[in-house]
């Protein structure tokens, strides 16, 4: 299974870590607005989540890259090899997110549509923005710590509740990985995390998100919504997709 595969692989995940990049005009306009119209087109369902603002229209991942087949090939050139199965969202959200890491959910690897994870290990996430605001920005800040294992939310202090959430909110933090070094980051700053939520991470790199760039980052890799500390903009609305890609265990 997958939770026994993270276990049993965790020094091949190591392996495969490197610091996060951004990739700029990695879309055109054109690709970009094809994905985001397929947010809407290959939608099964919406789900919102009041507590975050969050809209989410519900895919298939799979199914985008077979009505988007550039997406393989430019994903392939940047990525390498990886799975033919991927999981993801498309999200819609006013706010910023906390301190998480975007994994396979434990009730997700239970499923039996989902039988195909006892055969991978996690690889590699991307965050592609569709689209912000007018005279908008928004940041997110990649963290040297990486968790192996089930997708979880860092929340010490108890401002989430787990009745609102499928990812597994974490009181007490478990054993992290962490790689290469940190960077001053004094221009940004999280409003919207209390500082022990932060305790012990260290941040590797900080990104702008803008469409048509990518965020190609390590799938167990920590990362948070922050703004800039001179002109911090809370208000905007973006959208964006976030795609894990995996690696078949031999």
């Known amino acids: 299974m997958y939770k026994e595969n993270c276990s049993n692989h965790r020094q ?11 990739i700029n005009n990695f879309f055109s306009q054109e690709e970009v607005e094809q994905i985001l119209l397929l947010q809407f087109q290959s939608a099964h369902r919406i789900k919102w989540t009041d507590t ?13 890259f077979k009505k988007m087949p550039v997406l393989d090939e430019k994903f392939k050139e940047v990525i390498g090899d990886y799975e033919d199965t991927h999981t993801g969202n498309y999200y819609i959200t006013t706010k910023l997110h906390d301190a998480h890491v975007d994994l396979m959910t434990e009730d ?3 499923r039996p549509e989902f039988h195909w994870a006892k055969n991978v290990i ?4 991307v965050v592609i ?6 005279e908008a920005d928004a940041w997110t800040a990649y963290f040297r710590q990486r968790h192996i294992g089930n997708s979880i ?8 509740s787990q009745l609102n959430s499928d990812y597994r909110i974490a009181r007490q933090y478990p054993e992290f990985y962490t790689l290469g070094e940190s960077i001053n980051a004094d221009d940004y700053i999280f409003p919207h ?4 939520n932060l305790e012990g991470l260290e941040i590797e790199s900080v990104f ?3 469409p048509g760039s990518i965020m190609l980052f390590d799938s167990c890799q920590i990362h948070a919504s922050c703004v800039t500390r001179k002109s911090p903009n809370y208000k905007w609305l973006k959208s964006g997709i976030n795609i894990q890609f995996y690696r078949r265990i031999n």
Do not use: H, M, W
């Open 193 to 196: 995390i209390p500082k022990e």
């Open 108 to 110: 997700e690897t239970e």
């Open 52 to 64: 975050s603002n969050n809209i989410q229209a519900v895919c298939d991942i799979d199914t985008l």
């Open 129 to 134: 923005p569709l689209l912000i605001s007018s």
């Open 208 to 210: 702008e998100f803008t």
């Open 153 to 160: 939310t860092l929340d010490r202090v108890g401002i989430s």
């Open 12 to 22: 091949d995940i190591i392996d495969n870590f490197k610091p996060a990049e951004l």
């Open 122 to 125: 996690p690889y590699k996430s």
